[in-house]
């Protein structure tokens, strides 16, 4: 895990070497930096494979200048596989990459398994590839020069004035995070999951190289069958990602998922050092009985954190800048003091269940979705079109039935947030209905011409391309990095997801369990309490918190002098918030505020 950054075109010296300090966090290894006049190809390390200084980077081989920030699992087998054509003098992953590009060019990636963000330029040609699923983050800006990074706060000296990027707000309002390819900056833009960026003869071009739609449907049919398959590429992603020159460990919380990886690690005989979170004086939010349960069922050495309201209100203004702009997540704050404390024992990897929700179907959301679309085949509807348009309602629940009636996209990512009638509402602005759509049609119309036509399938996609990739793994990789802490998530591996989207969809919901195959799959590792505990996520008492300390206020002097919101809707919002009723709306607007009153006041 490692930051990236380049300039390509004309370039201050020293403006360059100041931006590129702010990724000194990702990598406090070393430091590698290739200064010639036009270019300025940088890199900063963290050492997990190789630990040698001939494996540092910038790579270089003859015209190839290589910077790789990520994993690749299976850089082995294709270092066996490259030998006979490439005679290597490292042991790392960063030179099978040029020994690969150099076998199958560009589709060199659609061999990698991993994650990535790589920065590849052969002679007068760039290449940026983000991986497939989204963990590793890649940004650029193109103006006079074109400028790259890991991180946004890399590019933003290069901005001659802040500015806010309104689609970005839109998209962060209704998603809780920005999508693809908006920032909150005006001018920055980041790759989407799965694309790959050309930057020749100052023009660049963007494509796609991967599609979780891509994959075959309905193939495997048989839930034996679905379990087997599963069950061995899940042991085989979590197996991959056990091997490291430097210590590793895991997150622990009371749930299914962290249970399943360390149970898969001890099969492996890796016994990972565990943690779990809990909070001072909430215990409706705390997850340590049952991480100790689950530790104490699989042998675990399990460590607590206990987060105080002190705790973490003084580490709420790193966090959010750490995260460079609003990202909707109040969990990302308890998770930054969580690494900070697993940085300090010495640890330089990390094992997280990120992904298992979106693919095994473990939201039961899902299933209220599901039962929701039939209502769309009624017959006699136009009665209820009419009564849900006259009875307006701020409860997301009427938005979700007027859709149907009206005929419109019913799911939008369980990270749906503001709805368009609340935005326009709240904002100062005209915001049609079903304007958030333009944010994601693109991805919807990719399903209709796929082969896919079940809306559990389109669940899982919009979910792991926005609601994981843009939200929870932005969160992951800020907040773990910011402690120069890799972070690897082996639900997400691409051959496993790939092939859950090629089961018949039937066989993830038919029986209205959560996470069904995933329980059936790990019932010899784990017992039935952990099995079937109800999910709890990964919340906290944040705005609990935000009120004692009267933090909200900043919310209405933001407003005071941005004029942004109308004040009487946004006072419906602020008032609800002892009963707990849009909690994340109203987090979400505090998080926009500290932003605004940071870069643009």
């Known amino acids: 895990m490692c930051g990236i950054f380049g300039i390509i075109g004309a370039y201050d010296t020293s403006k360059a070497r100041h931006a590129?300090?702010?990724?000194?966090?990702?990598?406090?290894?070393?430091?590698?930096?290739?200064?010639?006049?036009?270019?300025?190809?940088?890199?900063?390390?963290?050492?997990?494979?190789?630990?040698?200084?001939?494996?540092?980077?910038?790579?270089?081989?003859?015209?190839?200048?290589?910077?790789?920030?990520g994993e690749i699992y299976n850089y082995k087998e294709l270092r066996q596989e490259l030998?006979?054509?490439?005679?290597?003098?490292?042991?790392?992953?960063?030179?099978?990459?040029?020994?690969?590009?150099?076998?199958?060019?560009?589709?060199?990636?659609?061999?990698?398994?991993?994650?990535?963000?790589?920065?590849?330029?052969?002679?007068?040609i760039l290449y940026l590839f983000r991986d497939r699923l989204g963990k590793k983050p890649l940004f650029f800006m193109h103006q006079k020069s074109f400028i790259f990074a890991s991180e946004i706060k890399a590019i933003t000296p290069f901005l001659q004035k802040v500015q806010m990027n309104e689609d970005a707000l839109m998209s962060y309002l209704s998603f809780l995070a920005p999508t693809p390819p908006h920032t909150f900056f005006k001018g920055i833009q980041k790759l989407a999951a799965g694309e790959y960026l050309i930057f020749k003869d100052n023009t660049l071009s963007i494509q796609k190289y991967f599609d979780l739609l891509d994959s075959p449907s309905s193939i495997i049919t048989s839930r034996d069958q679905a379990v087997f398959t599963l069950e061995k590429l899940l042991d085989e992603s979590i197996s991959m990602r056990l091997h490291s020159d430097v210590p590793m460990a895991s997150l622990l919380s009371g749930g299914i998922d962290s249970a399943t990886i360390n149970a898969y690690a001890l099969k492996h005989n890796v016994n990972l050092k565990t943690y779990t979170i809990g909070y001072e004086g909430y215990s409706k939010y705390d997850e340590r009985e049952n991480a100790k349960e689950t530790a104490k069922f699989l042998g675990l050495k399990n460590k607590e954190i206990v987060i105080s309201q002190d705790d973490f209100l003084d580490a709420s203004d790193a966090v959010l800048d750490t995260l460079d702009e609003p990202l909707n997540d109040p969990a990302s704050i308890p998770l930054y003091i969580l690494c900070k404390n697993i940085a300090k024992d010495g640890y330089k990897v990390l094992l997280s269940g990120e992904g298992s929700d979106e693919l095994f179907l473990g939201y039961k959301k899902y299933f209220e979705y599901l039962d929701i679309e039939?209502?769309?085949?009624?017959?006699?509807?136009?009665?209820?079109?009419?009564?849900?348009?006259?009875?307006?309602?701020?409860?997301?629940?009427?938005?979700?039935?007027?859709?149907?009636?009206?005929?419109?996209?019913?799911?939008?990512?369980?990270?749906?947030?503001?709805?368009?009638?609340?935005?326009?509402?709240?904002?100062?602005?005209?915001?049609?209905?079903?304007?958030?759509?333009?944010?994601?049609?693109?991805?919807?119309?990719?399903?209709?011409?796929?082969?896919?036509?079940?809306?559990?399938?389109?669940?899982?996609?919009?979910?792991?391309?926005?609601?994981?990739?843009?939200?929870?793994?932005?969160?992951?990789?800020?907040?773990?990095?910011?402690?120069?802490?890799?972070?690897?998530?082996?639900?997400?591996?691409?051959?496993?997801?790939?092939?859950?989207?090629?089961?018949?969809?039937?066989?993830?919901?038919?029986?209205?369990?959560?996470?069904?195959?995933?329980?059936?799959?790990?019932?010899?590792?784990?017992?039935?309490?952990?099995?079937?505990?109800?999910?709890?996520?990964?919340?906290?008492?944040?705005?609990?918190?935000?009120?004692?300390?009267?933090?909200?206020?900043?919310?209405?002097?933001?407003?005071?002098?941005?004029?942004?919101?109308?004040?009487?809707?946004?006072?419906?919002?602020?008032?609800?918030?002892?009963?707990?009723?849009?909690?994340?709306?109203?987090?979400?607007?505090?998080?926009?505020?500290?932003?605004?009153?940071?870069?643009?006041?």
Not at 93 to 102: G, K, R, S
Not at 395 to 421: A, C, M, P, Q, V
Not at 525 to 540: D, P, W
Request: one cysteine or more.
């Open 20 to 69: 590129l300090a702010k990724l000194s966090h990702r990598g406090r290894d070393s430091c590698g930096i290739i200064e010639k006049e036009g270019l300025f190809f940088a890199h900063q390390r963290l050492s997990i494979h190789d630990l040698s200084q001939k494996a540092k980077q910038p790579f270089v081989y003859n015209d190839i200048l290589l910077s790789f920030n």
């Open 83 to 124: 030998a006979n054509n490439f005679e290597f003098k490292t042991s790392s992953d960063t030179e099978v990459l040029i020994a690969a590009y150099l076998k199958w060019g560009v589709h060199f990636v659609q061999h990698l398994r991993g994650m990535f963000a790589i920065a590849l330029k052969d002679k007068e």
């Open 374 to 601: 039939k209502a769309s085949q009624l017959k006699h509807k136009n009665w209820l079109k009419n009564y849900f348009k006259a009875n307006y309602s701020q409860n997301r629940e009427w938005e979700h039935y007027k859709r149907i009636f009206n005929n419109t996209l019913l799911f939008r990512t369980s990270g749906e947030n503001f709805t368009d009638l609340q935005k326009n509402k709240l904002l100062k602005r005209n915001v049609k209905d079903n304007q958030a759509l333009t944010y994601i049609q693109n991805d919807r119309n990719v399903f209709e011409e796929s082969i896919h036509n079940d809306e559990s399938i389109w669940y899982s996609y919009i979910d792991l391309k926005i609601y994981q990739a843009e939200h929870f793994l932005t969160k992951l990789d800020r907040v773990s990095m910011a402690h120069t802490i890799e972070s690897r998530t082996p639900f997400l591996d691409h051959k496993l997801a790939s092939a859950i989207f090629s089961l018949h969809p039937r066989l993830r919901y038919e029986d209205n369990v959560t996470k069904s195959l995933l329980k059936t799959i790990v019932q010899p590792y784990l017992n039935q309490e952990i099995l079937n505990r109800k999910k709890k996520g990964f919340s906290s008492p944040y705005l609990e918190y935000l009120i004692s300390a009267d933090k909200l206020q900043l919310i209405q002097s933001v407003n005071n002098e941005t004029n942004m919101f109308h004040q009487e809707e946004l006072n419906k919002y602020l008032i609800t918030q002892n009963n707990g009723n849009f909690k994340k709306h109203i987090w979400g607007l505090y998080v926009l505020s500290v932003w605004i009153k940071k870069h643009l006041l």
